[in-house]
């Protein structure tokens, strides 16, 4: 099976283009190994899936591998509603691309 080399999304055989990207797809994603033994850390805690979003959006455009983490029940099965409070996100990314991780974290959210 065919995947887009960037969003990643798998495709049936007779796919040849990515209808969301507009790339041609390849038959074979190629991960990045320098990413395969690397420990993650979390950045600080940010207060809302909004924020935690837009910061990983920026992380992602730098090229750093990420992903959010929520401690809220709620926020683990994606329900929206009453239910415990979230302390808040976090945002983990490989420890040796901390510094530049927490630096645009910082940069993005000061005025919080």
Same mark, same amino acid.
């Given at each position: 099976?065919?995947?887009?080399?960037? =969003?990643? %999304?798998?495709? +049936?055989?007779? +796919?040849? +283009?990515?209808?969301?990207?507009?790339?041609?797809?390849?038959? #074979?994603?190629?991960?990045?190994?320098? %990413?395969?033994? #690397?420990?993650?850390?979390?950045?600080?805690?940010?207060?809302? !899936? #909004?924020?935690?979003? $837009?910061?990983? &959006?920026?992380?992602?455009?730098?090229?750093?591998? =990420? *992903? /959010? !983490?929520?401690?809220? #029940? $709620?926020?683990?099965? &994606? /329900?929206?509603?009453? &239910?415990?409070?979230?302390? &808040?996100? !976090?945002?983990?990314?490989?420890?040796? !691309? *901390?510094?530049?991780?927490?630096? +645009?974290? @910082?940069? $993005?959210?000061? @005025?919080?």
């Amino acid at each position: 099976m065919p995947f887009c080399p960037k =969003c990643k %999304y798998e495709y +049936t055989e007779d +796919t040849v +283009t990515c209808p969301d990207c507009q790339v041609a797809l390849v038959p #074979v994603l190629n991960d990045d190994p320098h %990413y395969d033994d #690397v420990p993650f850390k979390p950045l600080p805690n940010l207060p809302g !899936r #909004v924020y935690a979003d $837009m910061v990983m &959006g920026a992380l992602e455009e730098k090229g750093i591998p =990420c *992903y /959010i !983490r929520s401690d809220g #029940v $709620m926020d683990a099965f &994606g /329900i929206a509603g009453t &239910g415990p409070v979230s302390k &808040g996100f !976090r945002i983990f990314v490989p420890e040796n !691309r *901390y510094e530049e991780s927490i630096e +645009t974290q @910082h940069q $993005m959210m000061d @005025h919080i």
